[in-house]
């Protein structure tokens, strides 16, 4: 994104990026138990896609398992069923988590051209 090293910069170039970046900087890492089950080589981390089914690993809703129901690209944050929040009048809303705090522990492979991207990246 940026050859500074200062923080500043850093943030700057991230919440600035158009979305086409932003998307690929929506990714987690696989879970090693999903990797070790696979039985062939996978990247150690995907860009997370609505119906992956993921883990919280920190924060409020630490250790919470859920299919992704959506993935905000604008604001870097996704929803998963289950975590919810409740609002000032009693109702709950979907939370909104970033993926760095969550790990993917099965891949959605219902799309084929994913599903292809993974297969050749195994036999490499």
């Keep these: 994104m940026t050859k500074s090293k200062k923080p500043r910069k850093q943030r700057r170039a991230v919440y600035s990026a158009p979305l086409h970046r932003k998307r690929k900087m ?19 981390s995907a ?3 609505k119906g992956d089914t993921v883990k919280v690993v920190r924060g409020t809703f630490d250790g919470h398992m859920g299919k992704v129901e959506s993935v ?15 609002k000032a009048d009693g109702t709950q809303i ?31």
């Design 72 to 86: 905000d690209t604008r604001s870097m944050r996704i929803t998963i069923d289950g975590a919810t929040v409740a």
């Design 94 to 124: 979907a939370a909104k988590i970033h993926p760095s705090n969550v790990i993917i522990t099965k891949l959605d492979l219902s799309d084929p051209k994913r599903k292809r991207k993974f297969e050749e990246l195994s036999k490499e």
């Design 26 to 44: 929506i990714s987690s890492h696989l879970s090693s138990k999903y990797l070790e089950d696979a039985k062939r080589y996978y990247p150690r």
């Design 47 to 49: 860009v997370v896609r």
